[in-house]
Structures are given as structure tokens and as C-alpha cells.
């Protein structure tokens, strides 16, 4: 397998990086004893900054967190806050490299709102600034038992290391990360197998463009990521959108060029145990797939495994992220540099 970076090592690596980021979010609170969690009592809501597989953090906190966090949760995948930002926001700062412009910006400007911060990175000017204001910096470890290469593939420690700070400050009470680590090793070894079920995906998506579909929660945020992955690990188009709400337009667009779509495109369905209830999602869900099926190349479902909501999003995760690496390996690509991103960053 071309894989220059160690992408597919390092996911193998994932339950050792759920428990590395407990390690570094409870380090970061012990040894910044200065870091006021006054503040934090008074927080009346939380923004969570990052671009990219930094960003997808923010989509977890408020997926897992729609469950228990009691505090309105925004996600900010930009340089502007919005207009409530204040004193009483907890604002987390999440950048991988801790170089991103966007982040930095976004939190310069909660610094001066006098927002509480928190940032999550390997270093960069993030730490720095973090440093030099006194702001509770919680510490990427790249290199667990396997190096992290690239910002996505260091998602574990991310989600983990900010769960584990939003569960010592008192405000995610349920953290179900335990459960996750023994279920995350099982499902690493049953995927990284010859033909695993993940294999069998990208190979059956036979060169078609997936569009991927889930429930809002924790399956969008799963597609979101398996979305990304592709586009970055497999450098192939790949789109992705949530139900219920693209039952009341996105259905509708496949009206009349069936003759097109139908060469192109596959739908991969990722379903969970901790849909929307009090709609019969279940039933719209299979009327819409009866619907496409004619449109498409081919309609596959996967379904979540685990006994938490934690656990079925890191379950598609992983299961994601296995078929992204297959798929590059079918295609011949590299998965692990992302040369566009870089080109757009070095020309602005
Ligand atoms: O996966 C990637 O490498 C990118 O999507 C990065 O996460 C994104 O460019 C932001 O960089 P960083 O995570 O270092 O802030």
C-alpha cells in the first residue's frame, strides 16, 4: 500500500490515541494550576474553533453533547465570531498544527471579548499565544505508540482530549470514553482484515462518487468526516448531507437526470441507534432509498456498532476512515498529503 505518511498505521493506533487524549486534557488541567474554571462556572455558552479534521472536534461536542451539555453550543468553522461572544463564553480553540489562520484569528478576537479559552494543539502559534496569555493549553502528543503524520488522522486525541476537559469542568457529565477504547480496538482489527467489511465498501463503490447520507446528530457528523476523509485520503469528490431535513429539498433534485447520475453517483447511508425520534424516520429513510435507487449506481447502509452514542460515532469513524485508506489503495494515491490544501495556504 503507498502510504507515505503511516495514515493506515496510525489508525490502527486509534484506542491507544482515545486514551492518550484523557492523559493530556487532565495533565493540562493539573499542571495549569492558574486556570480559572470560576469562569467556566459562569459560562453561559461554548463556541469550539478549528478548520478542517481540527474542526470536525466542534460537530462532535455538540453531536455528543446535544445529549447532556445544558449549554447552548457553537460551532465555528471561520475567522469572524459571532455577535454573542463574551465574558461568559468558553471558547476552545482546536488547531492540530496550531498554525491555522482562521483559528488564530477567531481567538485573538475572543481573547479580546475576554472570553475564558482553552486550545487544543501539537504547538504553533496557538501554544504560543495560549503561553503568553495565560490561557489553559491542552497538548497534543504526536507521536502515541505511532506518530500522528496529518491534523485528520490525530481525531481520537482530539475528540478525546476535549471531552475529557468539558467532563473535569463539570460540563459533560455522561463521557462514555471508556466504554469506547476496548470497543474501538475490536473494531480496528476486525477492519484493518483482507476483505473487512470496510474493504468491501470501497471496492464495491467501483469508481462512483458517494454521496453520503445520515440522520442529524452523531451519523452527520460521521458522514461529514467520512466526506472529508475521502476528499483528503482518496483525493476523490465525495458529498455529503443530513435527513430529515434533505427530504424536503435535496430528494427532489433527482427528478430528471436519472440517465446521468446513475453513471456517477452511489448513496452509502450511515444509520445509528441515536437517531431523531418522535419521527418516523425509519420509514422516510427506506421510502427515499426505494426513491434514489433507480438514480444511483448502487445504495449501500452501514450500521453503527456500540452501546453509546460515543461509541456508534467513533464506530463510523473508524469504519469511515478504513474505507477512505481502501479506496486510495484501489485508486493508487497517497493518502496521507494533501497538496491542494497546502497550494491554497502557501498563495494567501
Ligand atoms: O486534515 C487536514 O490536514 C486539514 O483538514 C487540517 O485539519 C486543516 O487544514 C486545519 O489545520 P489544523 O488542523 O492544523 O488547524
Not at 494543539?121 to 496557538?126: C, E, P
Not at 477504547?181 to 468491501?200: C, D, F, G
Not at 465498501?201 to 469508481?207: I, P, V
Not at 427532489?252 to 418522535?278: A, I, K
Amino acid at each position: 500500500m503507498l502510504d507515505s505518511l503511516g495514515m493506515f498505521t496510525t489508525l490502527l493506533d486509534s484506542s491507544n490515541q482515545i486514551k492518550a487524549g484523557k492523559e493530556i486534557a487532565k495533565d493540562a488541567l493539573v499542571k495549569h494550576k492558574k486556570f480559572d474554571v470560576g469562569n467556566i462556572e459562569n459560562a453561559e455558552n461554548i463556541v469550539v474553533a478549528g478548520m478542517g479534521g481540527s474542526g470536525l472536534i466542534g460537530d462532535l461536542i455538540s453531536a455528543v453533547g446535544a445529549f447532556d451539555i445544558e449549554l447552548p453550543i457553537h460551532i465555528l468553522k471561520s475567522s469572524s465570531l459571532p455577535a454573542f461572544v463574551s465574558q461568559k463564553t468558553l471558547f476552545l480553540a482546536v488547531s492540530f498544527s496550531g498554525n491555522t489562520a482562521e483559528t488564530l484569528i477567531a481567538t485573538e478576537e475572543a481573547k479580546n471579548r475576554g472570553a475564558s479559552i482553552v486550545s487544543i494543539s501539537t504547538g504553533g502559534r496557538l501554544k504560543e499565544l495560549s503561553k503568553n496569555q495565560g490561557f489553559l493549553s491542552i497538548e497534543i502528543n504526536p507521536e502515541v505508540s505511532s506518530p500522528i503524520p496529518m491534523p485528520r488522522a490525530g481525531f481520537f486525541q482530539m475528540a478525546a482530549a476535549a471531552l475529557t476537559f468539558l467532563t473535569e469542568v463539570n460540563l459533560y457529565k455522561n463521557n462514555h470514553l471508556e466504554k469506547a477504547v476496548p470497543h474501538i480496538s475490536k473494531r480496528v482489527e476486525e477492519l484493518a482484515t483482507e476483505r473487512s467489511s470496510a474493504y468491501n465498501l470501497a471496492k464495491d463503490l467501483g469508481g462512483t462518487i458517494p454521496l453520503i447520507s445520515a440522520a442529524s446528530g452523531i451519523g452527520a457528523v460521521a458522514a461529514r468526516r467520512l466526506k472529508n476523509q475521502i476528499n483528503e485520503n482518496s483525493k476523490t469528490p465525495a458529498f455529503f448531507s443530513e435527513v430529515p431535513e434533505a427530504f424536503h429539498n435535496e430528494l427532489v433534485g433527482w427528478g430528471v437526470q436519472g440517465d446521468v447520475t446513475r453513471q456517477v453517483f452511489s448513496l452509502v447511508t450511515l444509520r445509528s441507534d441515536f437517531e431523531p425520534s418522535g419521527f418516523n424516520l425509519d420509514k422516510a429513510i427506506e421510502v427515499a432509498t426505494e426513491m434514489q435507487e433507480e438514480v444511483v449506481s448502487n445504495c449501500f447502509k452501514v450500521s453503527a456498532e456500540g452501546s453509546t452514542a460515543l461509541c456508534q460515532l467513533f464506530d463510523l469513524v473508524v469504519f469511515g476512515d478504513f474505507v477512505s485508506l481502501y479506496l486510495a489503495d484501489l485508486l493508487g494515491v497517497d493518502p496521507g498529503p494533501i497538496p491542494a490544501v497546502d497550494e491554497l495556504k502557501s498563495r494567501i
